[in-house]
């Protein structure tokens, strides 16, 4: 049989199946308790998945099955390395990690975030990262105090 009909492994084979890492954000990795568990649960499965990709036999197969828990291990496990777990915030003076902050937009709306960290942040499930552009600007203020993000005025209401 001639060699252009079968199937070698190869550096380009190789190199198709090794995916690029996820983007790291440069800020500090703070993380509330959940958001460090959640890593930590998110690693767990990672590797679980690895590990279930390394015992198939056909190398192809094996190294397309592993790419993305590959790429997933080597993120979380970077993630919960660089983790600062922020304290639970008892005062509510002031908007602060960690705080459930309820403010009403200018057009009306009343919305109530609690601001964490990147990876645990889920909008629609009502959290906010704290480098987002909210959260920055509702970052050390009081209840009353006003916060401009994007040409819109938020008023804070309630801070927990």
Not at 101 to 107: A, I, K, L
């Amino acid at each position: 049989m001639s060699v252009a009909f079968t199937k070698e492994d190869s550096a380009e084979t190789a190199s198709e199946t090794l995916l690029p890492d996820r983007p790291i954000s440069p800020e500090p990795n703070l993380v509330t308790q959940a958001g460090l568990d959640a890593l930590e649960q998110q690693l767990v499965e990672a590797r679980t998945a690895y590990d279930a990709a390394m015992i198939i036999e056909d190398i192809n197969e094996k190294r397309r099955q592993a790419a993305n828990p590959l790429r997933d291990l080597r993120y979380f496990a970077e993630r919960v390395r660089t983790a600062q777990l922020v304290p639970v915030q008892t005062a509510t003076d002031i908007v602060a990690f960690g705080n459930t902050v309820t403010f009403s937009r200018d057009d009306g709306r009343v919305q109530t975030y609690r601001i964490v960290g990147e990876d645990e942040a889920d909008p629609k499930a009502g959290s906010i990262s704290y480098v987002s552009p909210i959260a920055r600007s509702l970052m050390g203020k009081a209840v009353g105090d006003f916060a401009s993000v994007a040409e819109h005025e938020l008023e804070i209401i309630r801070i927990a």
